[in-house]
């Protein structure tokens, strides 16, 4: 008897073996494996989306072994295009659109290829309901949302959201815009996720609610758009991370020349565990072990991997071509106050008000070997110009919402004029030569913040290669309503380094569209 028992176990163990080449994570397991992809919706080559294309690389990304060791993986906004609209089950139907084809069929290939991988997958879709006899409803008798979809790791759909806060193009193109939904899923390795798309990052509702809540990992299918100095991908998804403490998944579109690229995985003050932003479109899966809320586990944090091109002992820095991304500037800027520093000084201590918030900055800065007489040509200094910059009051995201924020944070301008603090640099060769050896050994940045209702004050970071600073490169505490953000390692190439406070203030705007005119 007890042979036979040994050779069960033994047959059990070579069945596992054989069959179970999937690792999944446990409720017990300190960290899980999740999977962003940043997704160019265009094929090489191609000047128009084909989802039979895009459906076939997502195929090919679910086919790398990355994904078949995760336990979630999550695809960016718009993915596949508008051709594809869909119903989409509700999670209480326990659908598995893989066998059940009542739905479009990308809904089905997504369905299936989670369950081939044996993965959570958040898939963003465009979404179809129909809304006869709702005084909203479109002429065309449905609406359209634009919606997350997750499967588990049987392809059943177990959640959806629709995005709460549109953005330009999907106003005109006459999405349907919600009322905030508060949708979370909790998965079998023990974590519970909140969802937000793209834009909603910045909304109380239903984002920072979520926050409020307890949830302490999130999924961000998105396809941002850039903007110095504040607002550009891994800035802000690490910041708003970091501020709240929690983990987010943010798979981002990759189409650089509309400005959309940046995806990582974030977490907590480990800040980045995985990312990508960059100016060749591609599609490719970034992987990190995520630490569970409770676990004492650190995460490795995999260094930046080194560009073949990058020589280690060149004077010249050899950046990627981050220049074909798009960024736009933030013209709240021209509304702040601000403080040139000069150059030639090393040192600065100021303190500055607006509004009802007050900072005090403290720079300590090293140009490194250069002899005076090279730092101008024709008068003109080259490299960055830094200034101090604070603001509290009403703005706008983007000019695409209405806002109030409350700035305090040093940015690079090309030139003297606070209209150019927020563009990129053009500058030849020698120029940017130059402005790698400005070391900037300490920044500090002290800010006193009214307290508010609903307030969120991240730490934002970013270099010329729209990367985030590592978080064990600068400190930002809290104390009360006081934040504070230190440098810890002398660096150079900063465009940004600062706090920004969102008071979370929604005013309704028309977005040019009239009553009745959908
Ligand atoms: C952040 O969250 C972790 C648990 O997820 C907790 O141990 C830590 O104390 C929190 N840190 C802060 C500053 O609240
Ligand atoms: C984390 O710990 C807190 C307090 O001990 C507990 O209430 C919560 O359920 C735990 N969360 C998870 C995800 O284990
Ligand atoms: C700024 O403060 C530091 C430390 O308090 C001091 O060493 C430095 O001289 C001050 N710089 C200026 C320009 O006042
Ligand atoms: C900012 O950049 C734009 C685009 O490169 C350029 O046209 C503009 O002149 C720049 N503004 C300043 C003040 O440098
Ligand atoms: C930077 O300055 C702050 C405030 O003066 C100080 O607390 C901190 O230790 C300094 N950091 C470094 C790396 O020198």
């Not at 494996?33 to 690389?57: C, H, M, R, W, Y």
């Not at 993986?73 to 295009?81: I, Q, R, S, T, Y």
């Not at 990627?320 to 040139?340: A, C, G, P, S």
Request: some cysteine; proline content about 5%; hydrophobic content about 35%.
């Amino acid at each position: 008897m007890g042979k036979s028992a040994f050779s069960c176990v033994f047959f059990l163990w070579i069945f596992c073996q054989v069959h179970n080449t999937v690792q999944q994570s446990t409720p017990s397991d300190p960290f899980y494996i999740a999977s962003v992809v940043e997704f160019a919706p265009f094929a090489i080559g191609a000047d128009k989306t084909d989802i039979n294309e895009q459906l076939e690389g997502i195929r090919t990304v679910i086919q790398d072994p990355n994904a078949e060791k995760s336990d979630i993986v999550v695809f960016p906004e718009g993915a596949l295009n508008t051709d594809g609209l869909t119903y989409v089950p509700e999670p209480k139907d326990q659908t598995i659109p893989c066998e059940e084809l009542d739905y479009h069929y990308s809904l089905s290939e997504l369905s299936c290829y989670a369950r081939s991988i044996q993965a959570y997958l958040v898939a963003n879709v465009h979404e179809k309901v129909l809304c006869s006899g709702d005084y909203q409803c479109p002429k065309k008798g449905y609406f359209v949302f634009n919606t997350n979809v997750v499967f588990d790791r049987n392809g059943m759909v177990i959640s959806k959201y629709r995005k709460t806060h549109l953005y330009r193009n999907e106003i005109y193109k006459k999405f349907t815009p919600r009322e905030p939904q508060i949708q979370t899923f909790t998965t079998d390795f023990g974590v519970t996720f909140g969802q937000f798309i793209c834009f909603d990052i910045l909304f109380h509702w239903p984002t920072q609610s979520l926050v409020h809540e307890g949830i302490s990992d999130f999924v961000n299918p998105n396809a941002w758009f850039q903007e110095l100095p504040f607002l550009t991908s891994l800035q802000l998804f690490q910041g708003w991370s970091q501020a709240n403490n929690v983990s987010l998944l943010s798979a981002g579109l990759s189409n650089p020349v509309t400005g959309n690229s940046g995806s990582g995985i974030f977490s907590r003050s480990f800040g980045s565990l995985a990312f990508s932003i960059t100016s060749i479109p591609e599609r490719k899966i970034y992987t990190a072990k995520v630490p569970k809320k409770n676990s004492s586990y650190v995460p490795k944090i995999t260094s930046k991997p080194k560009s073949p091109t990058q020589k280690p002992n060149s004077p010249f820095i050899i950046k990627k071509n981050v220049k074909e991304i798009l960024t736009k500037r933030d013209y709240n800027l021209d509304l702040f106050t601000t403080f040139l520093l000069d150059p030639i000084e090393d040192n600065f201590n100021k303190t500055m008000c607006h509004g009802d918030l007050c900072c005090d900055f403290s720079v300590t800065q090293t140009l490194k070997q250069i002899k005076t007489d090279i730092k101008f040509i024709n008068n003109l200094y080259i490299g960055y110009q830094y200034r101090f910059v604070i603001y509290s009051g009403p703005g706008t995201f983007q000019r695409m919402e209405k806002s109030e924020i409350g700035v305090c944070a040093l940015v690079a301008c090309t030139t003297r004029d606070l209209s150019s603090c927020g563009n990129r640099s053009n500058f030849p060769r020698e120029r940017i030569f130059l402005k790698e050896q400005l070391y900037f050994t300490n920044i500090t940045i002290k800010a006193e913040y009214r307290k508010r209702f609903h307030m969120l004050v991240m730490p934002m970071t970013v270099n010329s290669d729209l990367e985030t600073l590592p978080t064990d490169s600068y400190t930002f505490e809290k104390d009360d309503n006081i934040y504070k953000m230190s440098l810890r390692k002398s660096k150079m190439d900063i465009l940004t380094f600062g706090l920004y406070g969102n008071y979370f203030v929604e005013k309704r705007v028309k977005h040019n569209i009239r009553d009745g005119e959908l």
